[in-house]
């Protein structure tokens, strides 16, 4: 069962984040590496902060993490979320990824269930249209 409702708008790539949303329908989460540092960085972009190659890779990381940040969710920003309310909206610090934080939603825990530091593990959450989005799960 879908964490977020039916109708919950997906995320549409584009050309930097394409290759993202590729390994999410294979089921794997690869982070995007600048080609000559190595720092990983995400949301995906066409240059690196660090040392401003074009050069870039994306590597598949483990998919677990901990909890960086949280909020809970009590007003619906999107008519299809109303019947979602309250659920939460996490940034999860990969594990093996350097510095990335993925936003993302821990599935199985309820609003007084989250806790900076929780540590969580990904799963797969399939959508209307073939793919997959990376959630989270309590580890």
Same mark, same amino acid.
């Given at each position: 069962?879908?964490?977020?409702?039916?109708?919950?708008?997906?995320?549409?790539?584009?050309?930097? %984040?394409?290759?993202?949303?590729?390994?999410?329908?294979?089921?794997?989460?690869?982070?995007?590496?600048?080609?000559?540092?190595?720092?990983?960085?995400?949301?995906?972009?066409?240059?690196?902060?660090?040392?401003?190659?074009?050069?870039?890779?994306?590597?598949? !990381?483990?998919?677990?993490?901990? !909890?960086?940040?949280?909020?809970?969710?009590?007003?619906? /920003?999107?008519?299809?979320?109303?019947?979602?309310?309250?659920?939460?909206?996490? /940034? /999860?610090?990969? %594990?093996?990824?350097?510095?990335?934080?993925?936003?993302?939603?821990?599935?199985?825990?309820?609003?007084?269930?989250?806790? /900076?530091?929780?540590? !969580?593990?990904?799963?797969?959450?399939?959508?209307?249209?073939?793919?997959?989005?990376?959630?989270?799960?309590?580890?």
């Amino acid at each position: 069962m879908a964490y977020l409702p039916e109708g919950t708008p997906l995320p549409a790539a584009d050309l930097d %984040d394409s290759p993202y949303w590729e390994g999410c329908r294979r089921r794997e989460l690869r982070i995007q590496r600048c080609a000559d540092c190595g720092r990983f960085r995400h949301p995906p972009s066409p240059v690196c902060p660090a040392c401003r190659s074009f050069g870039a890779e994306f590597v598949e !990381v483990p998919g677990t993490g901990t !909890v960086f940040t949280y909020t809970v969710a009590h007003h619906p /920003v999107h008519p299809a979320l109303k019947a979602a309310v309250p659920y939460n909206i996490a /940034v /999860v610090l990969l %594990d093996g990824a350097g510095d990335v934080r993925l936003v993302s939603n821990v599935v199985d825990a309820r609003p007084g269930e989250m806790a /900076v530091g929780m540590r !969580v593990r990904l799963r797969w959450e399939p959508t209307s249209d073939g793919s997959y989005l990376p959630r989270f799960e309590k580890a």
